[in-house]
């Protein structure tokens, strides 16, 4: 399982963007730098599927869940699945396959009441190989996560999406 970011990189890098996101500023010295998906308790997702322009809603099911999921005592992190799209509710998507990021998918959807309860919402209690799923994405994940990544699709040149929210269909 290839870690992108090992944890240590995870600190220095995060640091390294909270002051590149401080500097940031137009000649005037004011701040520019515009924030979005600052909603709460799964809001972001709520918000996301009535209407913003960067949302993908899809209906697909989980073909692959490549390795294990690592625990949830060690560190946070979102992980790569891959999906083979049913249909496309809204937004534009040509693929037959997509890989989508989860935030900690050991945890049920429901259960997530940490700082990215507001970037998880949905009823999926366990992801497993051959599950439907009605999908709220956004991309980059890096949008919403710039953390650990468990992504097996590394060298993969496709688009990684991340879940906002995730249903289970029937």
């Given at each position: 399982m290839k870690h992108v970011f090992p944890i240590g990189m995870v600190m220095l890098m995060t640091g390294a963007f909270i002051f590149g996101a401080?500097?940031?500023g137009d000649a005037s010295?004011?701040?520019t730098k515009k924030v979005k998906y600052v909603v709460g308790n799964g809001e972001a997702a709520k918000a996301q599927e009535k209407g913003s322009g960067d949302t993908l809603?899809?209906?697909a099911r989980v073909v692959e869940i490549p390795g294990t999921f690592p625990p949830n005592d060690l560190y946070n992190y979102v992980y790569i699945m891959k999906y083979r799209v049913t249909d496309v509710v809204k937004g534009s998507y040509d693929?037959?396959?997509i890989l989508v990021?989860?935030?900690n998918p050991l945890i049920p959807r429901?259960?997530?009441k940490d700082k990215m309860d507001k970037y998880v919402d949905g009823d999926v209690e366990k992801f497993e190989e051959g599950?439907?799923?009605k999908l709220v994405l956004i991309k980059p994940i890096d949008k919403v996560w710039q953390e650990a990544l468990e992504d097996?699709?590394?060298d993969s040149e496709e688009d990684k999406y991340y879940a906002l929210k995730a249903n289970k269909l029937k």
């Open positions: 401080v500097a940031e010295g004011k701040d809603v899809i209906k693929g037959k396959e990021g989860h935030y429901k259960q997530i599950a439907k799923h097996e699709y590394f």
